[in-house]
C-alpha cells in the first residue's frame, strides 16, 4: 500500500475511534499497547465537544443537569463533530439533531426548544454589528403609509416560538417545564457605552404566542400591514412589539413598500 | 380562487399607524424608562453573575467562578444596590464590604 493511502487510512481509523470508542479499532490501531491507552485522546475530545456544547447551551444544560445533558451531547458529537475549525461555531444542529430523536427514548419533549433559545442567544453574541436604523427617518413617514412598512432586522435578531415556557426556565432555576405557548425574542443591543460590556450585550424578552406570530412574520420581511392581518396574530400587540424594537436598537433599517394610491410625488425614500 | 391582496385595506391602516406612532411616542420618552433596575457590581457569587465581566475574564451568565468580584455584576432594583453593599462601576479585585 502506497504510503499516503496508509496514512489516511490511519487516520480515518483513529478519527472513527476517537468519535465512538471501538475497542478492536482502537486494537487494530496500536496492537502493542494496552486497550486504555489510546482512551485518553478519546476522553479529551468527546470531552472538549461536550463541553463546548454545554457552553452554547446552559439553560438546557442546567435543566437536563450534567448526567443527561452529557449523555446526548456525547451522542451528537459522535454523529455530527465539528466541520469547521472553530469550536463557537459548534452546536448549530444540536436542536435539530435532538427533535429527530426517537420520541420513545424519552427525551423531554421541551428539550429541542430550550437547545433553539440557547442557541439564539449564542448566535445573537457572535452576529454581526449594525447602526440602528434612524429614529427620525422613521418618525418621518406619513401615516397612510405605515402599514407598507418593512423591518430591516439587526443581525443578531432571532425569534423562538414554543410550546413551553422557555422564557421562565432561562430566568429562573426554579422553575419547572410546563406546555405553554410564547415565543422569545432575542438580540444583542449595542454597548451603552461605559457599562464593561463591549460589543453589546444579549437580552431577550418574552412575547405571547400572538405577538411570536407578529414578529415572525416581520422579521422574514412581511408589511407591518401584511404582518397584522396574519391569522396567527390576532390579538398582537404591534405597538409594544415594535416600541420594544426600537427601545432595545434591534432594527438596523426599514424599506417602504410603494403601491402607486400611497406614493407621492416627492415622498420618503426608502 | 381567493383574490390577490393587492393593496392594504384604508381601515387597517389606522390601527397600524397608530401603533408606529405609539412606539415612537415610547422612544421620545426618558431612557431611564427602559428599565427599573440597575446593575450592582462586587454581589454576586460564582455562578450568580448577570453577564459578560467587565474585564473579559468570561462573557456569559453565571460563568463567574470569583466571590464578589468588582467585575461582576448582578441586576437589583433600581436604587438598592447601596443597600447590598454593591458598587454601580466595576471595580478592581472581590469587594471588600462583603467580606466575611
Known amino acids: 500500500m502506497p504510503a499516503d493511502a496508509k496514512l489516511a487510512g490511519l487516520q480515518r481509523d483513529f478519527a472513527a475511534f476517537l468519535l465512538r470508542g471501538d475497542p478492536a479499532v482502537a486494537g487494530a490501531l496500536r496492537?502493542?499497547?494496552?486497550?486504555?491507552?489510546?482512551?485518553?485522546?478519546?476522553?479529551?475530545?468527546?470531552?472538549?465537544?461536550?463541553?463546548?456544547?454545554?457552553?452554547a447551551h446552559p439553560t438546557l444544560h442546567r435543566v437536563l443537569g450534567e448526567k443527561r445533558f452529557a449523555a446526548l451531547a456525547c451522542r451528537f458529537a459522535a454523529e455530527a463533530p465539528p466541520r469547521l475549525p472553530m469550536l463557537w461555531s459548534y452546536g448549530a444542529g444540536f436542536a435539530d439533531w435532538l427533535a429527530g430523536l426517537d420520541p420513545a427514548a424519552g427525551l423531554s419533549p421541551w428539550a429541542p426548544d430550550l437547545a433553539r433559545f440557547d442557541w439564539a442567544m449564542h448566535e445573537a453574541l457572535f452576529a454581526a454589528d449594525a447602526e440602528p436604523l434612524d429614529i427620525a427617518r422613521l418618525a418621518a413617514i406619513p401615516p397612510e403609509q405605515a402599514g407598507a412598512l418593512r423591518l430591516v432586522p439587526h443581525p443578531s435578531l432571532r425569534l423562538v416560538r414554543t410550546g413551553w415556557n422557555i422564557h421562565a426556565l432561562w430566568r429562573d432555576a426554579a422553575a419547572a417545564p410546563v406546555p405553554l405557548p410564547e415565543a422569545v425574542l432575542v438580540g444583542r443591543s449595542p454597548a451603552d457605552g461605559d457599562d464593561g460590556t463591549a460589543g453589546g450585550e444579549v437580552r431577550c424578552a418574552r412575547l405571547t404566542a400572538a405577538d411570536g406570530a407578529l414578529a415572525a412574520r416581520l422579521l422574514a420581511g412581511a408589511t407591518l400591514g401584511e404582518a397584522a392581518e396574519d391569522e396567527d396574530a390576532a390579538g398582537a400587540d404591534l405597538q409594544s412589539l415594535l416600541a420594544l424594537l426600537l427601545q432595545n436598537r434591534l432594527l438596523a433599517g426599514f424599506a417602504l413598500d410603494r403601491h402607486p394610491s400611497f406614493t407621492r410625488p416627492?415622498?420618503?425614500d426608502p | 380562487m381567493t383574490a390577490l391582496k393587492t393593496a392594504i385595506k384604508p381601515l387597517a391602516l389606522l390601527p397600524i399607524a397608530g401603533a408606529l406612532a405609539g412606539a415612537l411616542t415610547l422612544m421620545a420618552g426618558p431612557a431611564a424608562a427602559q428599565s427599573n433596575m440597575e446593575k450592582c457590581y462586587g454581589i454576586s457569587k460564582p455562578g450568580e453573575n448577570g453577564c459578560a465581566?467587565?474585564?473579559?475574564?468570561?462573557?456569559c451568565a453565571g460563568n463567574s467562578n470569583l466571590t464578589y468580584d468588582g467585575g461582576d455584576?448582578?441586576?437589583?432594583?433600581?436604587?438598592s444596590c447601596a443597600e447590598e453593599m454593591g458598587a454601580l462601576k466595576p471595580f478592581d479585585g472581590a469587594n471588600p464590604k462583603k467580606k466575611g
Open chain 2, 73 to 79: 455584576w448582578k441586576l437589583v432594583k433600581a436604587g
Open chain 2, 53 to 59: 465581566h467587565a474585564k473579559g475574564l468570561h462573557s
Open chain 1, 266 to 268: 416627492g415622498g420618503i
Open chain 1, 31 to 55: 496492537p502493542d499497547l494496552p486497550a486504555g491507552r489510546l482512551a485518553v485522546y478519546r476522553n479529551t475530545v468527546m470531552g472538549s465537544l461536550v463541553a463546548v456544547l454545554g457552553h
